[in-house]
C-alpha cells in the first residue's frame, strides 16, 4: 500500500515558476515508477512526466518538455515537479501517481495509486 500526499500548489502568474511535492508513505517507494498527471475543468486527466524507480531516466509530455522537470529523492520516499515558464494553459489539478515497476508511465490505467490532487492555476 502507497499513500501519495501533494503540495505546492497555488495561483501564480504567466512565466512563473512552481515546485510540487509528493510525499509517499511505504517501504517499497523505490520500487514504484513515479508520475505527475493533470486535469483541467472539463477535461480527460493527462500524462505530465514519469521518472524511473532509479531516478536515472524520465519522460515528458510534449507540452510540457523543456519547461517541466520531474526529480525524485528515494531517501524522502518524495517526488517533485518543478515547472518553470508557466502558461494558462497549465491551469490544472496536479496529480501524483505510482505504478509498480512499469516503462515508460503514461497512461492513466497503468497507475497503482493516486495522490488526492493539488490546484495549480496561473493568470494571464
Known amino acids: 500500500q502507497v499513500q501519495l500526499v501533494e503540495s505546492g500548489g497555488g495561483l501564480v502568474q504567466a512565466g512563473d515558476s512552481l515546485r510540487l511535492s509528493c510525499a509517499a508513505s511505504?517501504?517499497?517507494?523505490?520500487?514504484?515508477?513515479m508520475g505527475w498527471f493533470r486535469q483541467a475543468p472539463g477535461k480527460e486527466r493527462q500524462f505530465v512526466a514519469s521518472?524511473?524507480?532509479?531516478?536515472?531516466?524520465?519522460y515528458y509530455a510534449d507540452s510540457v518538455l523543456g519547461r517541466f522537470s520531474i526529480s525524485r529523492d528515494n531517501a524522502k520516499n518524495t517526488v517533485y515537479l518543478q515547472m518553470n515558464r508557466l502558461k494558462p494553459e497549465d491551469t490544472a489539478v496536479y496529480y501524483c501517481?505510482?505504478?509498480?515497476?512499469?516503462?515508460?508511465?503514461?497512461?492513466?490505467?497503468?497507475?497503482?495509486?493516486w495522490g488526492q490532487g493539488t490546484q495549480v492555476t496561473v493568470s494571464s
Open positions: 511505504g517501504r517499497t517507494f523505490s520500487s514504484y515508477t
Open positions: 521518472i524511473t524507480w532509479s531516478g536515472g531516466t524520465t
Open positions: 501517481a505510482a505504478a509498480y515497476m512499469i516503462w515508460p508511465l503514461r497512461l492513466g490505467t497503468q497507475v497503482n495509486y
